[in-house]
């Protein structure tokens, strides 16, 4: 399995502002990925972040809005942009070893 | 494309009381399912999953699953609910996004409440 951190654990923040969330894996991981878990629901994937290349954005999601760095094998920004009351969430970064997917905390953003 | 259904979005029992928690997937391939769960202000911990081989899979706090290919369905099981399993529970499937690359589907959960 693996340890996953994130940063911060949750925050107020105004309209019209960005928040980046910070992701860090105990071991070094090719595939990590940042999910959406919007009020009561399911989570959706935002986007996949490999090291060294663009991350790969699920349709519903842009880069502008979401951008994403993946500095190396152990870590990972999301950066929500913008930010309305629409993007009240709880943001997940997860890894992927092999076909299982192991989950950070969360950071749990409402956005007045 | 993939999906995944739990047809129930509340499930309330007694301490005590057994648990079967559904679960139903449409995938093309030969499926990899997963159970997490979500205690009240935690992210998602991994309490089981199937690859292949035993249909029955043994997981963490006392959980089972079982994998009927036949009925598209990966339940969840344990047979005495303690109050600390409070908590959303998701069934999701993995599926294969290119190369040696797997993302998941997930249901949209079962919130389970135990009474004392």
């Known amino acids: ?112 | 494309a993939q999906s995944v259904t739990q047809p129930d979005i509340h499930i309330t029992v007694s301490e005590g009381a057994s648990l079967e928690l559904r679960c139903n997937y449409s995938y093309g391939a030969t499926p990899y399912l997963f159970w997490y769960v979500q205690s009240p202000g935690q992210g998602l911990q991994l309490l089981l999953k199937y690859f292949s081989g035993d249909t029955l899979v043994q997981g963490i706090k006392g959980f089972e699953a079982e994998f009927k290919r036949s009925q598209s369905s990966f339940n969840l099981r344990k047979p005495s609910v303690h109050w600390s399993d409070a908590a959303e529970y998701f069934c999701a499937v993995a599926y294969n996004s290119g190369g040696s690359n797997y993302k998941l589907t997930f249901g949209k959960g079962t919130l389970l409440t135990v009474n004392p």
């Open chain 1, 1 to 112: 399995s693996a340890v996953i951190s994130q940063k911060p654990s949750r925050d107020i923040c105004q309209r019209g502002t960005s928040l980046t969330i910070q992701c860090q894996v105990d071991s070094q991981v090719t595939m990590m990925f940042w999910y959406r878990q919007q009020p009561g629901q399911s989570l959706t994937l935002i986007a996949t972040a490999n090291q060294g290349s663009e991350a790969t954005y699920e349709s519903g999601f842009v880069i502008d809005k979401f951008p994403i760095s993946r500095p190396n094998l152990t870590f990972s920004t999301l950066t929500v942009s913008n930010m309305s009351p629409e993007d009240s969430s709880i943001y997940l970064c997860s890894v992927s070893l092999g076909e299982t997917q192991y989950f950070g905390p969360g950071t749990r953003l409402l956005v007045l």
